[in-house]
C-alpha cells in the first residue's frame, strides 16, 4: 500500500509539471506544445537538483513500463479519418516507417555516444 501512494505521488510530480508546462503554454501565447514544455521544465528541475530523481523514479518507470497502452487512444482515433487515407494511404504509411525507423537509430546512435562518453574517465 506504502509503495501504491508512493508511485501515486511521483505520477502527481510528474503530472504537475506537464501543467505547469501547459499553463507557460497557453499563458505565453507559444506555438511549442505545453508537454514539451514541461518536458523541458522536468530536465531543467532534474539537472538543478530542485527534484531529485528518486522523487520521480518508481512513477516515471511505471508510465514507461506501460506506454504502449498511451498510443491505443490514437491509434483508434486514425479510424476517424479513414478518407485520408483512400488517396494517400501507401504514401502516409511509407512517411509513418521512414520516420519512426529515423527515430530509432538516432536515438540508439545518441545513446551510444553517451555510454561511451561515460565510461571514458575525464582527467581533473
Known amino acids: 500500500m506504502l509503495k ?13 509539471i506537464y501543467l505547469i508546462g501547459n499553463w507557460i503554454q497557453v499563458a505565453l501565447n507559444l506555438f511549442i506544445p505545453g508537454s514539451v514544455i514541461g518536458m ?7 539537472m538543478t537538483n530542485i527534484i531529485k530523481v528518486t522523487w520521480i523514479e518508481e512513477g516515471s518507470k ?12 490514437a491509434t483508434v482515433g486514425v479510424m476517424n479519418y479513414f478518407e485520408l487515407f483512400k488517396g494517400n ?7 509513418a516507417l521512414l520516420s519512426t525507423a529515423l527515430v530509432m537509430a538516432l536515438s540508439g ?16
Open 62 to 73: 511505471l508510465i514507461i513500463n506501460h506506454l504502449t497502452l498511451f498510443f491505443i487512444p
Open 40 to 46: 523541458v521544465l522536468l530536465f531543467i528541475v532534474l
Open 89 to 95: 494511404g501507401f504514401l502516409l504509411v511509407l512517411i
Open 4 to 16: 501504491l501512494i508512493k508511485i501515486i505521488m511521483h505520477i502527481i510530480i510528474l503530472y504537475g
Open 109 to 124: 546512435v545518441i545513446s551510444q555516444w553517451l555510454m561511451r562518453r561515460k565510461e571514458v574517465p575525464h582527467d581533473e
